[in-house]
């Protein structure tokens, strides 16, 4: 868990997302509320419960970025779902519960990947070991060993093809869930878990390079070290105190006055989210995990409902509302500038993989921004999402072309984006295919 001040969490979001920042001091107050809540003496650290988050503004406009770098930096478990994927308990389509236990899957791929960080050293040991026995043979002497022990680490094998076992994990029925049967994926469903107690799991021979074979022998052997059962206990703490689920669209389960149908079963949704908002137990094949804690950000448009459509219940039970606007001209030139890991920055990089130098003027930046508020407001608004399809409409041929100008330097410009996608982005009926 991050100890980092609210400030200092705004500031870290800064790095990646512009502007909302009502949106951004929301959710580091709910983060920090988490670390405080942790300070607590057990009986009133039981008694404190999540302020969940309404997330209210139009699409592409930054809401799962903020909660999904929010995660990232508290290092918790996260899922993004819609509120429209559910139906109603008791028919057919997925039941609510399948949100905790995809987050329970999150936590789990989290908590192994940090332990099998703490067991690397004897992992690599054990790994240079069986690239050994690849080499030499297990009945090799000492000597031989040690002699092809040295070459491997000074890296001379690195390009020799060796043959391994490794686990066979491509199972095709790994886990199924029945169809019409909510949680149906449950538990004993695992098959391959099944078999894989029963017969020591299986293997399958593999050729590879020396040097690609580590990454594959030190996973498998720091698996062999990490306690299956510490994991899961330790996943099931981790989701239950620090879990953060995205509930996207929430606003289209709202239901309207005097309709009937389709709207009393979205509000039949909103019922079976209750349960999991306020608090309660759901069973997994981890173990049952209590959702008390987990941080619900709900986020949806309100274009046609609004808020106050909710059931009161669950409004109760969204009591932080934030909205986003949406971004202005300035707000994507931030993005294409300020942002770390921004577009230009990323097309720069790929394209230097292929030995092609690649830099965009600030008048090209410019005008990406432009003709992403043009299209928005013409054919449909798509919030930042624009800027990616801009940009790979402009650079589109170089992308295509840049196996074959390796040593070239390209400078993208004003003019170069107008004569790319200017016109296109006049004709309104061929932008809304194309760009
Ligand atoms: N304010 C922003 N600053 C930087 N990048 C942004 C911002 N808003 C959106 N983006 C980028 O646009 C893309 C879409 O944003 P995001 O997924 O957060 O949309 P959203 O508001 O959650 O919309 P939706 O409700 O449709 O999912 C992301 O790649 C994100 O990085």
């Known amino acids: 868990m991050t100890n980092f001040s609210p400030r200092e969490i705004v500031s870290e979001l800064d790095r990646f997302i512009v502007g909302q920042k009502d949106a951004k001091r929301a959710v580091a107050i709910a983060l920090r509320n988490r670390w405080r809540r942790q300070q607590l003496d057990d009986d009133l650290r039981e008694e404190v419960l999540p302020k969940n988050i309404l997330m209210i503004g139009p699409t592409g406009v930054g809401k799962t970025e903020i909660s999904r770098r929010l995660a990232k930096l508290a290092n918790a478990p996260f899922i993004k779902i819609e509120a429209t994927k559910f139906t109603e308990v008791g028919y057919v389509g997925r039941d609510v519960d399948q949100i905790v236990r995809d987050l329970i899957e999150s936590g789990i791929a989290l908590t192994r990947e940090k332990r099998r960080k703490d067991v690397q050293a004897k992992a690599h040991g054990a790994a240079e070991e069986r690239v050994l026995d690849a080499l030499v043979g297990p009945g090799a002497g000492s000597a031989t060993r040690d002699s092809f022990r040295k070459k491997l680490r000074d890296g001379l094998l690195d390009e020799k093809e060796i043959e391994i076992e490794v686990k066979d994990t491509s199972s095709p029925m790994s886990s199924f869930e029945i169809p019409g049967m909510p949680g149906g994926s449950m538990g004993v469903m695992n098959l391959s878990d099944m078999f894989g107690k029963a017969f020591g799991g299986r293997t399958k021979q593999r050729k590879i390079h020396v040097k690609d074979s580590y990454e594959l022998l030190i996973t498998e052997e720091s698996d062999k070290l990490l306690d299956e059962d510490k994991i899961i206990s330790e996943a099931v703490s981790l989701v239950e105190n ?159 072309e840049a196996p074959d100008r390796g040593g070239d330097t390209i400078e993208i410009t004003g003019d170069f984006v107008r004569n790319n996608v200017g016109e296109l982005a006049k004709n309104t009926d061929l932008s809304r295919y194309i760009l």
């Open 242 to 400: 620090s879990g953060i689920v995205f509930l996207d669209e929430i606003d289209k389960i709202c239901a309207r006055e005097g309709k009937g149908g389709a709207d009393v079963s979205r509000e039949g949704v909103q019922r079976d989210l209750l349960p999991l908002i306020e608090g309660t137990t759901v069973t997994t094949k981890y173990g049952p995990v209590k959702t008390d804690h987990i941080l619900f950000i709900a986020s949806g448009a309100f274009h046609v409902s609004k808020p106050s459509d909710l059931l009161p219940e669950l409004q109760g039970r969204l009591p932080i509302r934030v909205e986003l606007r949406a971004l202005t001209r300035e707000d994507f030139k931030a993005i294409l500038i300020d942002t770390e890991a921004n577009l230009p920055k990323q097309y720069s990089a790929l394209m230097a993989t292929e030995e092609v130098t690649l830099t965009f003027s600030d008048d090209a930046i410019d005008t990406i921004a432009d003709i992403a508020v043009e299209l928005n407001s013409t054919v449909e608004n798509i919030g930042a999402r624009r800027l990616q399809t801009v940009m790979e409409k402009i650079l589109e041929d170089i992308s295509f």
